[in-house]
């Protein structure tokens, strides 16, 4: 069974930093896509980032480019975000994806629970 499980996630200030994390089980994903979307209460889920296999090419929503920084170590078969400046816009459920093609509107194969990401003013 293919497991997601994002950690790191809680509550900040306006200007602090979280880093969150997704580990995955199940199966091996070093040769696929993996990155993070994000749900803010009563709206659509969006897309945040991702990156390629090899780490060597990322995309961020215009909204996070400069503040967040994907990661990904395929020998732990994890992805992370490093979030920094946040800002109360970015409170969501944040969560982990992977697999799936990796076109300009990428469709993930598999998806995390989430995890709740709090900015106050």
């Known amino acids: 069974q293919v497991q997601l499980v994002e950690s790191g996630g809680g509550s900040v200030q306006a200007g602090g930093s979280l880093r969150l994390s997704c580990a995955a089980s199940g199966r091996t994903f070093s040769r696929d896509t993996m990155g993070w979307f994000r749900q803010a209460p009563g709206k659509e889920r969006e897309f945040v980032t991702r990156?390629?296999?090899?780490?060597?090419?990322?995309y961020y929503a215009d909204s996070v480019k400069g503040r967040f920084t994907i990661s990904r170590d395929n020998a732990e078969n994890a992805v992370y975000l490093q979030m920094n400046n946040l800002k109360p816009e970015d409170t969501a459920v944040y969560h982990c994806a992977a697999g799936g093609l990796p076109l300009s509107n990428w469709r993930p194969a598999y998806w995390g629970q989430g995890t709740q990401v709090t900015v106050s003013s």
């Open positions: 990156i390629s296999w090899s780490g060597a090419t990322t």
